[in-house]
């Protein structure tokens, strides 16, 4: 099956630094890409949609200054957590896949702790 | 609003025993329906697909079924093992996306926890 792979996997940081976050299709050409968090005891919670060349959408309530998206290629998207707090640690998951119909590949997640 | 429970949220079972995972919608026009596997501190890991058409599909031992009308869905694991502990999420694309890139409502997850 498609594999996807996330940069780096885990994370730690101290309070105010950015960091970026990379996730890749690595057989596969994504158009969409797709950036979830994760919060301890919570479900997956969608972030915001990644379109190759163009702006990402975000879901309500996700600050795009703070979480900056970048989908640059076909096959590479990246999740910059800029002046990171620490109520910003949580598991981050990227997926890619096609249409509403076929499977999502989800990236291995990474885990960022700010300190 | 679609939203998407799991029930029970956490289920410990002695190893080789057969069980049921639940998983309800309250939106039933979905495209289809996913079971995903999460390790502790790791990604997901797709289980099954179901298409909205289907009402069951099977892998080795995992049996998923949807039941559109009722907004449910109940994965089954026969013969279980130390190495299915992990908890197990289903998720739905939102409604009418119009067939382009899907976005997918999780449940909270069943962490399941199997002994040997």
């Known amino acids: 099956g498609a594999v996807v792979s996330q940069h780096p996997s885990r994370v730690i940081c101290k309070s105010g630094t950015s960091v970026k976050i990379e996730c890749r299709s690595l057989d596969f050409q994504a158009t969409t890409m797709f950036w979830y968090r994760q919060f301890p005891k919570q479900s997956l919670m969608l972030m915001a949609t990644s379109n190759e060349g163009s702006k990402a959408t975000y879901e309500q309530g996700v600050e795009k200054d703070k979480f900056l998206i970048n989908h640059a290629s076909l096959t590479l998207s990246t999740l910059t957590v800029t002046s990171a707090h620490p109520e910003d640690s949580s598991f981050y998951i990227c997926s890619a896949g096609g249409s509403a119909t076929d499977t999502q590949y989800f990236g291995p997640g990474t885990r960022l702790t700010v300190l | 609003k679609q939203e998407v429970t799991q029930i029970p949220a956490a289920l410990s079972v002695p190893e080789g025993e057969n069980l049921v995972l639940n998983c309800s919608f309250t939106d039933s026009a979905i495209y289809n329906l996913q079971w995903f596997r999460q390790d502790p501190g790791k990604g997901l890991t797709s289980l099954l697909l179901?298409?909205?058409?289907?009402r069951e599909q099977t892998s080795g031992r995992l049996n998923a079924s949807l039941d559109k009308s009722s907004g449910r869905s109940t994965l089954y694991i026969a013969a279980s093992q130390p190495g299915d502990s992990a908890t197990y999420l289903c998720?739905?694309?939102?409604?009418?996306?119009?067939?382009?890139?899907?976005?997918?409502?999780f449940g909270k997850g069943t962490k399941l926890s199997v002994k040997p």
């Open positions: 998720a739905v694309p939102l409604p009418h996306y119009g067939g382009s890139q899907g976005n997918l409502i």
């Open positions: 179901i298409q909205s058409s289907q």
